[in-house]
């Protein structure tokens, strides 16, 4: 069992930068593929960036490439994701999530069996 915990969010200026982090505990991160996923008000939940167990590789939505960054620190046992540039539309709640064996299912909700509790990134105009 692996219990995700994300922190970090909160309002900022279009522009601005905010250093999202999930805190993993029952599990150590590196054996999982992680990914973080955001929902807006009315909206489904969306896939916006992963990392992978076996390769460490990462994959990011088109409307965030660029702009953010998805990192592992294994000794924290945490996962970040460093945005920047935000825009009024990267408002939502995001989410942590983690999964066994997903392979190539990065950018996939129910690839994924763990969740977060979710923050909230409010980007002003």
């Known amino acids: 069992q692996v219990q995700l915990v994300e922190s970090g969010g909160g309002l900022v200026q279009a522009g601005g930068s905010l250093r999202l982090s999930c805190a993993a505990s029952?599990?150590?991160?590196?054996?999982?593929?992680m990914g973080w996923f955001r929902q807006a008000p009315g909206k489904d939940r969306e896939f916006v960036a992963a990392i992978s167990e076996r390769t460490a590789g990462t994959q990011y939505a088109d409307s965030v490439k660029g702009r953010f960054t998805i990192s592992r620190d294994n000794a924290k046992n945490t996962i970040d994701l460093e945005m920047n540039s935000l825009k009024p539309e990267d408002t939502a709640v995001y989410y942590c999530?983690?999964?066994?064996?997903?392979?190539?299912?990065?950018?996939?909700?129910?690839?994924?069996?763990?969740w977060g509790q979710g923050t909230q990134v409010t980007v002003s105009s």
């Open positions: 029952g599990r150590t991160v590196s054996t999982y593929s």
């Open positions: 999530a983690g999964g066994e064996k997903v392979g190539w299912r990065l950018r996939y909700l129910g690839a994924y069996t763990y």
